[in-house]
T-cell receptor, first 115, second 110 residues
């Protein structure tokens, strides 16, 4: 059974701090790892990672995958109160077909950014 | 990008009644939709996969007679929670693919 574990489960920081969120996985037929931001409602897609060592970046957020050590990190620099949310990582199940949409999620990291 | 519309956003119902949740793909044809459930402080768990024109496939431990899924057209999938009980209170989310989620339905059974 696929397994996705995130750490820490919660994190409280002040604006301007840099945070690193971790996601480790044990899956069969690994194809990709995805990061999402969830604010009260449904998740919003952030990144999809498929190759080791290649950083994906969007503004203050960046993410990288290590396929050898089976983990990914999500970095947020110069945090703002608007970054407060639950950050989820997930891996698709199976090798293809409709499995692309079947996701196994980690528990999530609750990030709270204080002014 | 692809948009999935989910309704209602919030519903409160009495124990023993049924509740229907709708998920519509607004700008793409969805042959498959995915239904997740999220309990407070927990992550999303896949419940079932709905398939247009055929039966849904359910994850282990999910009662198919309790969570009825219908996917009669390429733009609409519905999840009906039958004979709801307080333990069914949860946040239900549909998705069209790995990138696109509905806004979720918070179900409270009293």
């Amino acid at each position: 059974e696929d397994k996705v574990v995130q750490s820490p489960l919660s994190l409280v920081v002040h604006e301007g701090d840099t945070v690193t969120l971790n996601c480790s996985y044990e899956v069969t037929n690994f194809r990709s790892l995805l990061w999402y931001k969830q604010e009260k409602k449904a998740p919003t897609f952030l990144f999809m990672l498929t190759s080791s060592g290649i950083e994906k970046k969007s503004g203050r957020l960046s993410s990288i995958l290590d396929k050898k050590e089976l983990f990914s990190i999500l970095n947020i620099t110069a945090t703002q109160t608007g970054d407060s949310a639950v950050y989820l990582c997930a891996v698709p199940r199976g090798a293809g077909g409709t499995s692309y949409g079947k996701l196994t999620f980690g528990q999530g990291t609750i990030l709270t950014v204080h002014p | 990008g692809a948009v999935v519309s989910q309704h209602p956003s919030r519903v409160i119902c009495k124990s023993g009644t049924s509740v229907k949740i709708e998920c519509r793909s607004l700008d793409f044809q969805a042959t498959t939709m995915f239904w997740y459930r999220q309990f407070p402080k927990q992550s999303l768990m896949l419940m079932a996969t709905s398939n247009e024109g055929s039966k849904a496939t359910y994850e282990q431990g999910v009662e198919k007679d309790k969570f009825l899924i219908n996917h009669a057209s390429l733009t609409l999938s519905t999840l009906t929670v039958t004979s709801a009980h307080p333990e069914d209170s949860s946040f239900y989310i549909c998705s069209g693919d790995r990138y696109t989620f509905g806004s979720g339905t918070r179900l409270t059974v009293v």
